[in-house]
């Protein structure tokens, strides 16, 4: 989370609100906890990667790094996470938040077992069910990657 950011007025989600969130399970649930700065515009999400995830199985033998795709995805999980926070009766709700385009993505470091990957995501567009979101992910305070993520919630 940035430095200027009141921690008294961040709502923190755990798994099982997240899991009421977004329609994602095991092994493709990306996001760990919720850290939602506004609700609808701009979060942290956050994924606790170890080496017990199955994609390090083969990506790669001997040096294991968390596929690029899988952090975008683990942003876009985050950014529709976000969206959804904004409606207070989420749990009531049948959601789901469809990729539609990723533009600028760019790799900057390699998440490794042992790193907390932090996707920062903030909202820079909305038309009706249509968002876009500026996402980092970061460890350490370092960029590992980032995008410009759009996507749709559907009902």
């Known amino acids: ?27 493709f649930l990306l996001v760990d906890r919720l850290e939602v700065i ?14 017990n995830e199955e994609f390090f199985q083969g990506h790669f033998p001997g040096n ?4 690029g795709v899988l952090q975008i995805e683990a942003m876009a999980q985050t950014a529709g996470a976000v969206v959804i926070s904004q409606d207070e009766h989420y ?3 049948k959601r789901n938040v469809l990729f539609m ?13 042992g790193d907390q990957l932090r996707m920062h995501v903030e909202k820079i567009k909305a038309r009706r069910n249509i968002f876009v979101f500026k996402g980092t992910a970061m460890v ?9 993520l759009t996507a749709m919630i559907i009902e």
């Open 1 to 27: 989370m940035s430095e200027d950011v009141n921690t008294s007025e961040v709502k923190v989600y755990h798994i099982e609100e997240i899991m009421k969130m977004l329609p994602h399970r095991y092994p």
């Open 38 to 51: 506004e609700p609808g515009e701009k979060g942290v999400g956050i994924k606790n990667v170890t080496m």
């Open 64 to 67: 294991p790094v968390m596929p």
């Open 91 to 93: 749990a009531d709700t």
């Open 101 to 113: 385009a990723v533009d600028g993505v760019k790799f900057r470091k390699q998440v490794k077992p």
């Open 140 to 148: 350490d305070g370092q960029v590992a990657s980032e995008a410009e």
